[in-house]
């Protein structure tokens, strides 16, 4: 891999060389949840959307036509601190798809038919995996929320969007423009080819963002996604809490293992599943760590549970063929998008955004291995000091 040229407008690329038959790409943008000021909600994952809704130069439709027929995928996601773009395709299409992708942070169009087209996508997403929760929560919602007061932590950048009306085409060039169109991404490629050809054709591609208002470009009608069946689920509950940063890298590996020790205790006597954060996606170091346990059943009986499982960990440290397991599990957990290359490029794009070091994820993945029985101990008993968070559901 060559050292990250910066272009001048503060694209950082990285280019890995990998053979085979396929290449995979991510950009990461500083812009997420977060970035959205008072009284906006939702704008960024709306942002997300939209950048896949067509160009002045490629209409609606045509950059996934092209993407396909090159034998790819592309998608994206949002989360508190960072949108990413990834996706694949055969290596002898790496040129063309490098510029597609360019274009649709340059010369993305979004007239106000298209936002409230995509506003109606979001909120059937969002009440999908709303009401699709067997648990009956949602921790990108309820357990912030119920967590932390302050606006960088609590705020509601995923489900409010659904309850409110479209944004104006010039409501969302403004927010684009002061959060994409100030960013420094990171866009990591890996493929076989030739290195600094790659970083050429990427600077040449990425210009710096840009996204205008336009008038509606069809009829003046809204397009309604069919709402999802609501399942089905148990009465559950969830129990949060959440410690306080920065964070030592010992304290947090150590947290991941008890995590999974909770995972194999819990599960089979509660059907229960922990994870720290969003699902155990990358955040940021500074940032307070929170771990929520969702069971179905009654909140009492998941905290008598989860307390009874931390005391006893405190009180007798479990045995260290035990803790092995444990971190021996978690490691699977976290190296499993390593053997998927499109993850696998995410992750290095992600780890270098937030932490400047795309061996971030991999740097914890060796630290597990030293994790103690008194470590774990230890954990727990800071765990247990926490001011813990029920969220029941009827």
């Keep these: 891999m060559i050292p ?32 959205e000021g008072p009284g906006e909600h939702g704008l960024a994952h709306l942002c997300e959307h939209l950048l896949f809704q067509g160009t002045d130069a490629h209409p609606k439709l045509d950059y996934f036509r092209r993407v396909e027929a090159a034998g790819g995928i ?4 949002t989360r508190p ?29 979004a007239p106000a038919d298209v936002i409230a087209n995509q506003q109606a996508v979001v909120a059937a997403e969002v009440q999908e995996k709303l009401l699709g929760n067997p648990r009956g929560t949602y921790p990108w919602v309820d357990v912030p929320r119920a967590l932390f ?18 944004p104006t085409p010039a409501t969302v060039a403004a927010f684009y423009r002061s959060t994409y169109g100030q960013a420094r991404p990171v866009l990591w490629l890996r493929g076989p080819f030739e290195e600094r050809e790659a970083v050429a054709v990427m600077e040449e591609s990425f210009a710096p963002p840009r996204m205008e ?81 969702e069971a179905p059943g009654s909140p009492d009986r998941l905290r008598t549970a989860v307390r009874d499982l931390l005391s006893g960990l405190v009180r007798t440290p479990p ?26 490029t995410v992750r290095r794009a992600v780890d270098t955004l937030l932490h400047d070091d795309p061996a971030f994820t991999r740097a914890r993945c060796d630290e597990l291995t030293s994790v103690s029985a008194a470590d774990v101990a230890e954990a727990a008993a800071r765990v247990l000091e926490a001011d813990w968070v029920v969220l029941p559901h009827e």
């Design 149 to 166: 007061a302050d606006p960088a932590h609590a705020h509601d950048g995923y489900a409010a969007p659904a309850l409110a009306p479209a």
């Design 81 to 109: 601190d960072y949108t990413v773009h990834f996706g694949s395709a055969r290596a002898t299409h790496w040129r063309e798809i490098l510029r597609l992708e360019g274009d649709r942070f340059h010369g993305t169009v």
């Design 4 to 35: 990250a040229p910066t272009a001048p407008w503060g694209l950082s690329v990285h280019v890995e060389r990998a053979p085979g038959p396929q290449f995979t790409w991510a950009s990461a943008w500083p812009v997420g949840f977060r970035s």
């Design 213 to 293: 208002p336009k008038p509606r470009r069809g009829a003046a009608r809204t397009h309604r996604m069919p709402s999802p069946a609501v399942p089905s689920h148990p009465a559950g509950s969830a129990l949060a809490w959440a410690l306080s940063g920065p964070w030592v890298h010992k304290q947090f590996t150590a947290l991941l293992v008890l995590v999974e020790a909770m995972n194999d205790i819990l599960a089979p006597a509660l059907g229960a599943i922990a994870y720290w954060g969003m699902f155990d996606e990358p955040c940021q170091m500074s940032d307070p760590l929170y771990v929520t346990v």
């Design 74 to 77: 592309a998608n994206a996601r």
């Design 319 to 344: 045995a260290a063929a035990t803790v092995e397991g444990w971190a021996a599990s978690r490691l699977l957990t976290l190296r499993r998008p390593e053997a998927d290359p499109v993850e696998y």
